[in-house]
């Protein structure tokens, strides 16, 4: 069983940064793959970013490419998501996940745990 804490959501103006947080308990963080997806409200949660474990491969949605940033502290079981320029459209609940296999999957059947999930907010 794997739990995972996300922190560092609020609400913004568009253009402004929010790094959010994700701690995750056990012992072998630094073999899974982790993932950020988001759901805006009566929306389908979509895939934002994903970072793999050991090689510490990434993959990102298109439309976020250049503006957020995946990273992982495995030191401190935390992988992290630098979302810089907001735009109003990625207002969501955002939920980081974890793959047990290590990948940088998009798919969400491909992620076993999952976050309570942060708010982000950002108003035009």
């Known amino acids: 069983q794997v739990q995972l804490v996300e922190s560092g959501g609020g609400l913004v103006q568009a253009g402004d940064s929010l790094r959010l947080s994700c701690t995750a308990s056990g012992r072998t963080f630094s073999s899974y793959g982790m993932g950020w997806f988001r759901q805006a409200p009566e929306k389908a949660r979509e895939f934002v970013a994903a970072?793999?474990?050991?090689?510490?491969?990434?993959n990102y949605q298109d439309s976020v490419k250049g503006r957020f940033t995946i990273s992982r502290d495995n030191a401190k079981n935390t992988v992290y998501l630098q979302m810089n320029s907001l735009e109003p459209e990625d207002t969501a609940v955002y939920f980081c996940?974890?793959?047990?296999?290590?990948?940088?999957?998009?798919?969400?059947?491909?992620?076993?745990?999952w976050g309570q999930g942060t708010q982000v907010t950002v108003s035009s």
């Open positions: 970072i793999s474990g050991r090689s510490g491969t990434t």
């Open positions: 996940a974890v793959d047990y296999h290590g990948l940088a999957g998009r798919s969400s059947v491909m992620y076993e745990y």
